[in-house]
């Protein structure tokens, strides 16, 4: 009998390995055939049935950091031999280069944004979330779902009454009217998260320390802030991916001058058409600094998301 159930355990083992190796391998199908659109050409790009097999070129790469116009008639061998190698690159397009684009400062924006509004949202949060955790707070369950309510509603519902609001206080298109929509829309989140790593921490320890002359602050911050980590960092994790991502909202408020990356990279087009090269580079590269930001964080990352904290 107990081989039985051990050759049944080893299938069933073997069985979620493959399943885990399949669902792998469609997550990654998106992000390689995105990563491989920036390095085709055009023609490969559009082409039915898809090309799988060509020879890679930087058109795409070059295409999103500037901003070109239809070449008229082909540049002089003079010419051509001055002129820099992203410059031939786009002459072989069918296009001249005008001037350097906006990807770069949009891309900035983004990082400067979410960075700011996602530490905000996490000091905020964790705040709020020990209040709940650790006080008795009168209609305390419906103070919780009032705050996880403002989730419910997606941001093409409010955006305008918040376009209204903002547009009167004078923070259309600007940094500080970003930062306060992308923490507002991450606080819930981070607070929902961050009480349920709280609530695992052992109370005990922060009583030991007020007995031994501690104050509620100083044991919050030597006791329980330094035991959050993990919590911390899956929930900034999480928080700065949202607000990474955030469409919609950025498209409204923030039009021109701290326009954000999400709606800056669409809008990359041809002659009159979608240049799929550009886009999928742009978003190749826009992909970047999340992968950097998880990694710089995978240590905490995992035991985060099971909810590795002490537990009682």
């Excluded at 081989?3 to 355990?9: G, P, Y």
């Excluded at 009159?272 to 995978?298: C, N, Y």
Aim: glycine share 4%; hydrophobic share 55%; proline share 6%.
């Amino acid at each position: 009998m107990a081989a039985v159930v051990s050759k049944n355990n080893k299938l069933y083992n073997q069985l979620m390995v493959a399943t885990v190796l399949v669902v792998t391998f469609i997550m990654l199908v998106p992000i390689y055939w995105i990563a491989s659109t920036s390095f085709k050409s055009y023609n490969d790009s559009v082409s039915i049935p898809p090309t799988v097999f060509f020879e890679p070129e930087m058109t795409g790469v070059v295409k999103v950091f500037t901003k070109r116009t239809i070449l008229r008639k082909d540049p002089s061998p003079a010419k051509l031999a001055k002129s820099a190698w992203y410059e031939k690159i786009i002459f072989k397009a069918g296009e001249k280069v005008l001037r350097a684009s906006a990807f770069p400062s949009r891309l900035w924006n983004s990082i400067v944004i979410c960075v700011v509004s996602t530490a905000i949202a996490l000091m905020m949060g964790t705040f709020a979330a020990y209040a709940f955790s650790r006080f008795k707070i009168f209609g305390k369950d419906d103070w919780l779902f009032f705050i996880l309510s403002q989730k419910m509603l997606p941001p093409m519902v409010v955006i305008i009454p918040i376009f209204l609001m903002y547009r009167t206080l004078g923070l259309i298109d600007s940094y500080s009217g970003m930062i306060l929509i992308y923490t507002a829309m991450n606080l819930p989140f981070a607070v929902w998260l961050m009480k349920g790593f709280v609530d695992e921490i052992p109370i005990e320890y922060e009583e030991a320390a007020m007995i031994d002359g501690y104050t509620r602050f100083q044991a919050f911050w030597k006791i329980v802030l330094p035991q959050s980590v993990t919590g911390m960092a899956a929930t900034s994790v999480f928080c700065f991916i949202t607000a990474w991502n955030e469409f919609a909202l950025a498209l409204i408020l923030a039009p021109r001058n701290v326009q954000t990356a999400p709606p800056f990279i669409p809008s990359q087009v041809g002659s009159g058409i979608p240049d799929w090269t550009a886009i999928a580079a742009g978003a190749t590269i826009f992909l970047i600094p999340v992968m950097i930001f998880t990694f710089l964080l995978r240590k905490h990352l995992l035991r985060g998301v099971t909810f590795g904290a002490i537990r009682k």
